[in-house]
Every structure is written in structure tokens, then in C-alpha cells.
């Protein structure tokens, strides 16, 4: 059944790295007083949209550039797998990217030139991940994408939309998600490290190493927790919130130790859970802001 394929080709676990910054700068605008529902559907609506085309290209780019083979370790590949035809999967990813664009025009109106740069510097971001003559996941630039585009990106822009402005806040807490989201993309890239070497892939696991991989990754599954206790006592953020993120360490405490020793086709679970980690964060940070209201 198509339908089936479509679902694993937006790869439904990835979305809460699109979903969690956009809840967690739309609260923190409604904690500075500044909120309005509908920029914050349509929002939340534009990084869902976009990030389902960067899935999308992934699968296709992928495919087309011969870096997905058989014997790769992470979930099906629809393209590469013959389930969905290369040409359905790029008009999927073309129509993903207009939906994104359509929505996008409303908060153009909204917030002004510098969402419209935004707005363009986030399609050629889901374009240039996978593809163009210079992709940034096959040249160890894949975390830093998602450090930016789904962490400062995500969280001071759509704070700016409702506010007009930035605040130090945003940005601190956009570089916490920022941190968790390319946590995610550090699993991805280790999970798949010696088919990427085979392919020549050059991600950022393969240019560092393994074992430093391990260290980046729990420095950044710490470093969202020490920014927002830092926001604390700066006085940019509510107590509450440092109090309501505190019920998330014990998760990303077990999820170093457990990256620590694990490899391969068995990272597939943290993968996930490292997702989780990050929706969990943005839901216990958004409370704390909503309590202090």
C-alpha cells in the first residue's frame, strides 16, 4: 500500500526536530507578552512542511548520488528500497516545499524581509542537505546545519514573528535545541559511519572519529541543560523552567551512557529516543514558561 511508504518516507520520528523549537519560541514570545495563535499554527504548520521535504530530499539525493546501498543500516529507504519511484519522491519533496512556501507568505506579511530571508535561506537549506554541488551531510557540515536551521533558525524566527524582535533568550534557547538536533544527526551519522566511509561520505563522525563522537554527543545532550539554568540565573528565564527541564537529565544521562556502547544497526533505537529527548525538553521548557506567566 502507497500510503505506507509515505508515512516511512516522511519518517514520522524526525518531526518533533521541527516541532519542538517552533512550540518552544511561540511560548516564549506568549511569556514576553507576545502571541497570537495563528502565526503560530502557520509556523509550526512551515517546519513541519519543511522538514518532511528535507526527508524527502535525503531519500531521493541519497539515492541518486549512490550513497544509500544495501547494506545500509538505518531505517528503509523508500527510494533506494524501489518502494516509491525516484521521480514520485522528488514531486513529493517539490510539493512539500511549495505547501511550505504558500504558508510561508502569510508570515512574510507578518514579520517582513527578514522572514523572507529566512523563508530562503530554509528551502535552500532542504535543498543543499543532501543535494547541489556541495551537499552539506556529505562534507561533515550535517550537524551544523541542524545546530542552526533547527535550533536558532526555528526558535529566534519564530519568536521574531510574534514579537518583532530577538531577544537573548531565544537565542540561548535556540542553541539549546540546536544542540539536541544535532545530537540527532550525530546517532544518524554514527549508526551509518563505515557504509559513509565506503561511499565517501564525508560526515562529521567519519572526520572526527568515533570515540569523539561519543564525547560531542553527551556535550550536547548536557549543554541545553546549562543553558537554560544559565538563562536562569542572567534572569532571562522564570525559575520554573530550569525547575521543569531538571525532570529530563536522568533521560539524557542514560542516552550518553548508552551511545557510549552502543554501534551500528543497534543505534537505531537511540536514534529515536534521542528525538524523544529533544520533544521532552521542549514540552518541560514550554511549561516552565507557561507556569510563569
Known amino acids: 500500500m502507497n500510503l505506507k511508504y509515505w508515512i516511512m518516507a516522511t519518517r514520522p520520528r524526525t518531526l518533533p526536530a521541527a516541532i519542538g523549537p517552533l512550540l518552544v519560541g511561540n511560548v516564549l514570545a506568549a511569556y514576553h507578552r507576545e502571541f497570537d495563535w495563528l ?3 502557520a ?78 535561506f530554509a528551502v535552500l537549506g532542504a535543498l543543499g542537505y543532501s543535494g547541489g554541488p556541495y551537499p552539506l551531510a556529505s562534507h561533515g557540515l550535517g550537524e551544523l546545519a541542524a545546530f542552526i536551521y533547527f535550533g536558532l533558525v526555528a526558535v529566534v524566527g519564530s519568536y521574531y514573528i510574534q514579537v518583532g524582535d530577538t531577544s537573548v533568550a531565544a537565542w540561548l534557547l535556540g542553541s539549546a535545541l540546536g544542540c539536541l538536533n544535532a545530537a540527532i544527526m550525530l546517532v544518524n551519522n554514527t549508526r551509518d559511519h563505515a557504509t559513509d566511509v565506503k561511499a565517501h561520505k564525508r560526515t562529521l563522525v567519519v572526520r572526527i572519529g568515533v570515540d569523539a563522537s561519543t564525547t560531542l554527543y553527551q556535550a550536547m545532550l548536557a549543554t541545553p541543560f546549562l543553558l537554560t539554568c544559565l538563562g536562569w540565573l542572567l534572569g532571562l528565564l522564570p525559575g520554573t523552567t530550569p525547575a521543569a527541564c531538571v525532570i529530563a537529565v536522568p533521560l539524557a544521562i542514560g542516552l550518553g551512557k548508552q551511545f557510549a556502547v552502543t554501534t551500528g544497526a543497534a543505534l537505531n533505537p537511540l536514534l529515536g529516543k534521542t528525538a524523544m529527548a529533544t520533544m521532552a525538553y521542549s514540552g518541560l521548557t514550554a511549561i516552565g514558561l507557561v507556569f510563569a506567566l
Open 39 to 41: 502565526i503560530a499554527i
Open 43 to 120: 509556523s509550526m504548520l512551515c517546519a513541519v512542511m519543511l522538514q518532511i521535504a528535507v526527508n524527502l530530499a535525503n531519500d531521493y539525493f541519497d539515492y541518486k548520488s549512490g550513497v544509500d546501498t544495501d547494506e545500509r543500516l538505518g531505517p528503509t529507504r523508500v527510494t533506494q528500497q524501489g518502494l516509491l519511484s525516484p521521480t514520485a519522491v522528488r514531486n513529493a519533496m517539490i510539493l512539500c516545499l511549495v505547501i511550505a512556501v504558500a504558508i510561508g507568505q502569510y508570515l512574510i506579511y507578518v514579520g517582513g524581509w527578514p522572514i523572507a530571508l529566512l523563508a530562503l
